[in-house]
T-cell receptor, first 113, second 114 residues
Framework: LAKTTQPISMDSYEGQEVNITCSHNNIATNDYITWYQQFPSQGPRFIIQGYKTKVTNEVASLFIPADRKSSTLSLPRVSLSDTAVYYCLVGVQSLTGANNLFFGTGTRLTVIP | DGGITQSPKYLFRKEGQNVTLSCEQNLNHDAMYWYRQDPGQGLRLIYYSQIVNDFQKGDIAEGYSVSREKKESFPLTVTSAQKNPTAFYLC?????????????FGNGTRLTVT
């Protein structure tokens, strides 16, 4: 089971770039890396997913080194509305029925005016 | 507008009573999941289902039961055997394909048992 380790909390000023790193030393060959954002009293929301190298979408970038034992979520120019908990999830649904999707405790990002 | 609907948003029950939380999805997803979240904690998997009439226990299934009679619906019953039922319950769904498919979450049901 690929468990993850993230910093418990981070603070950033508005307008800055924020990088949140997740360690997953025992990631399996078939595992994908997915990041979610959660606001209080809401369900997590998908941000970005990758398998290797770099992935970019309209809200974030995901950097994955060659050994895949860690990954970094990059949020460009954060605003107050980016204050949330960010979860790194490593795993994959198996068509044979196994499920190894494991959520850690996440990183609480606070954006300061 | 596709999505996952959980109801009710808040639920209050007396200790010793069973309670059922509703989860419906119109995303045509095969897989559905129930997670529990406690204050300041991550999400823990209770049950999941990848096909109608079949489901598997997650990490903390004791004191809970589920059914999957329809593809769109995956209700969770919190039984009186669950020792600490007060929590935030999240339902999710995903498609199944080789590789990975992101989870789509509902907005949760906050259950308080007194």
């Amino acid at each position: 089971l690929a468990k993850t380790t993230q910093p418990i909390s981070m603070d950033s000023y508005e307008g800055q770039e924020v990088n949140i790193t997740c360690s997953h030393n025992n990631i399996a060959t078939n595992d994908y890396i997915t990041w979610y954002q959660q606001f209080p009293s809401q369900g997590p929301r998908f941000i970005i997913q990758g398998y290797k190298t770099k992935v970019t979408n309209e809200v974030a970038s995901l950097f994955i080194p060659a050994d895949r034992k860690s990954s970094t979520l990059s949020l460009p120019r954060v605003s107050l509305s980016d204050t949330a908990v960010y979860y790194c999830l490593v795993g994959v649904q198996s068509l044979t029925g196994a499920n190894n999707l494991f959520f850690g405790t996440g990183t609480r990002l606070t954006v300061i005016p | 507008d596709g999505g996952i609907t959980q109801s009710p948003k808040y639920l209050f029950r007396k200790e010793g009573q069973n309670v059922t939380l509703s989860c419906e999805q119109n995303l045509n997803h095969d897989a559905m999941y129930w997670y529990r979240q406690d204050p300041g904690q991550g999400l823990r998997l209770i049950y999941y289902s990848q096909i109608v009439n079949d489901f598997q226990k997650g990490d903390i299934a004791e004191g809970y039961s589920v059914s999957r009679e329809k593809k769109e619906s995956f209700p969770l019953t919190v039984t009186s055997a669950q020792k600490n039922p007060t929590a935030f319950y999240l339902c999710a769904s995903s498609s199944l394909k080789m590789g990975a498919s992101p989870l789509h979450f509902g907005n949760g049901t906050r259950l308080t048992v007194t």
